[in-house]
């Protein structure tokens, strides 16, 4: 196999391993934040009913809860499942990373001053316009660090994806090692992780230099 059809197929396995790292990206960050609110929560069900939660989701392995998420619709329900593999691993990746995202906001929020939401009152904002307006900009900007290495991290989870035959870049590559008797596939898959590890970190760090005015 020549250099170019090597990289076509590595390039194919790419473009999955992008819509798996988006595709959480969208899912669970706005549900880590959702998760957040219920940890923090007066009512003692919902608040601990999201711990139990949080605990569950980091307390077991990645690749153990997409194996659940993909056969447990066959086992509890009977339903077909040939192609429910790439949603199950959406499915599994969002529900595993806003359970830290949810941590990560938690720590964010509990950190800003009672002061803050006490100006805003006295300005005349209701909870929602203090949350949305002063409150979970200086949150970002405080938990930008943090969210930044767990985005670092499901760059490189999403090659668990093989776990449910899903062909994402790094099991292309160990499939054409395998075939090919070579290891330059493998180190290809690690050249373009770390290419892609690079730009989201230069994008974090850029956020961050544009959040800057907080300090």
Known sequence: MDILTMLKQLGGGMLVTVEIFFLTLILSLPLGLFISFARMK???LIRGGAKIY??????TPLMLQLIVVYFAPYYLFGMRINHYRFPAVILAFALNYAAYFAEIYRSGIES????????????GYNKVQTFVWIILP??????LPSVTNEIITLVKDTSLAFVISITEMFTTAKQIA???TTILPLMTAGVFYF???FIVAGVMEYLEKKLGYYK
């Open 42 to 44: 007066k009512n003692c």
């Open 54 to 59: 949080i605990g569950v989701m980091r307390g």
């Open 112 to 123: 800003m001053p009672m002061g803050q939401y006490e100006a805003a009152k006295v300005l």
């Open 138 to 143: 200086q949150v970002i900007k405080r938990i």
């Open 178 to 180: 395998a075939a090919q």
């Open 195 to 197: 290419i892609f590890n």
